[in-house]
């Protein structure tokens, strides 16, 4: 068996979870990457519904609405950094001004 094909097999074995991050995560970029990444962690489905819930959360912060997305991080960087632990303080509220 190639190394290549190895690889692939080990990925079939994740591409479900995966592609259910995939669709949810806002960038769409390095998918290669965010896949290698992915199968270093191998999420349970705890860790996958964490993961889904914190993006869900993410993408309300004005981070990762400013500028059309602009700051929001590569897939590979968000899971590579443990994107899911991040705390927001404040989720889409603007203070009023007094």
Do not use: C
Request: proline share 6%; no cysteine.
């Amino acid at each position: 068996m190639s190394t290549g094909r190895a690889q692939a097999d080990v990925l079939n074995g994740h591409r479900n979870s995966f592609e259910v991050f995939w669709t949810q995560y806002p960038k769409k970029r390095n998918k290669g990457a965010a896949e290698k990444v992915w199968v270093k962690l191998q999420p349970d489905p705890v860790l996958l519904a964490a993961m889904l819930g914190k993006i869900e959360q993410a993408k309300q912060t004005v981070d990762w609405q400013k500028n059309k997305g602009q700051f929001i991080p590569y897939p590979s960087t968000w899971l590579n950094g443990k994107g899911w632990e991040d705390e927001f303080s404040s989720l889409g509220k603007e203070r009023l001004p007094l």
